[in-house]
């Protein structure tokens, strides 16, 4: 069988191309041109009435944890229909810690579980909190899912397969997501670690988008399927990144801004973690920016 021929935008090529532009400042201009827009927004969209400090939490740590986030008797309706739900999931086989993460609300497709929405898509204090601090209104459905997350005997000390328990930021922009933990978790079945502080725009963040852009540029060529790349330990020095993990109780939501370095935790014993994730990336999405309408669609 004939190899197939590289053509003249290749990945190869593409990628020594991205290289060659972040080392001249591409990635710079992105993450000032995403704040700018940012401050823009901030122009014309007044934040909703705040009725918690929660938004000034948020703003200065990067992340905020609220106990006690439902009602006793919606948190057991809740933790019933979930484990309903994990019954009929299919279960990986791969070596490491495994994930079953099947949507249960998807704005591709439209799926929406009634509860869900009840609960967390109407919910005042998540739109507040991520409303106010994206400067963004909320026009699409966010994309939430099960968080099924385990690890035998065999699977310790193994690294997970899309390496997101190593410290990392998911976009360099104001976006943010949601972890509703559905059982006690601590440090030993792999709570959720955010290093505080390290979401903020500044000059040492802009030298670690410059730095980090042109690694994972070059760690990219002849490798389209890259996924997390970590942090260097350089960078994480420089940001004086100290991730610490977000042990809560169950019915505890955490509310955290992916611009923020953070990870998976790890399991220190054979056990699960049972969460939801709540993700709100569509605030950047075009049909998000449409539906304000002239001239916000543009910020």
């Known amino acids: 069988m ?51 400090n929660y938004t000034k939490d948020f703003e200065r740590d990067g992340y905020i944890v609220i106990p006690d ?39 591709k497709d439209g799926t929406v579980d009634p509860l869900i929405e009840e609960l967390f898509v109407k919910n005042n204090t998540i739109n507040e909190v991520v409303e106010n601090a994206s400067a963004h209104r909320q026009h699409l459905l966010p994309l939430i899912r099960m968080h099924h997350y385990w690890a035998e005997e065999s699977d310790l000390g193994l690294r997970e397969t899309a390496r997101t328990d190593e410290l990392h930021y998911d976009v360099p922009l104001r976006n943010f997501r949601a972890f509703f933990y559905l059982e006690d978790c601590d440090k030993s079945n792999a709570a959720f670690e955010f290093a505080p502080g390290t979401h903020k725009f500044n000059m040492k963040r802009l030298y670690m988008e410059y730095r980090d852009s042109i690694v994972q540029a070059r760690a990219r060529q002849g490798k389209p399927h890259v996924k997390v790349q970590p942090i260097q330990d350089n960078l994480l020095k420089l940001l004086d990144a100290k991730p610490i993990p977000l042990e809560a109780p169950g019915n505890s939501l955490i509310i955290f801004n992916t611009m923020g370095l953070h990870r998976r935790g790890r399991f220190s014993h054979a056990g699960t973690r049972e969460a939801l994730l709540l993700d709100f990336r569509f605030l950047d999405a075009p049909a998000n920016y449409k539906a304000y309408g002239p001239p916000l669609k543009w910020f």
């Open 69 to 107: 986030f439902l009602s006793p008797e919606d948190y057991a309706r809740l933790k019933d229909h979930y484990y309903e739900r994990l019954k009929d999931l299919e279960k990986p086989t791969n070596e490491g810690p495994k994930l079953v993460a099947p949507p249960l609300c998807d704005p």
């Open 2 to 52: 004939s190899k197939k021929k590289k053509g003249p935008w290749s990945t190869p090529v593409r990628s020594k191309f991205k290289t060659r532009a972040n080392q001249l400042g591409l990635q710079v201009f992105r993450v000032m041109g995403f704040e700018l827009k940012y401050r823009l927004r901030r122009l014309f969209l007044s934040p909703r009435s705040e009725k918690s």
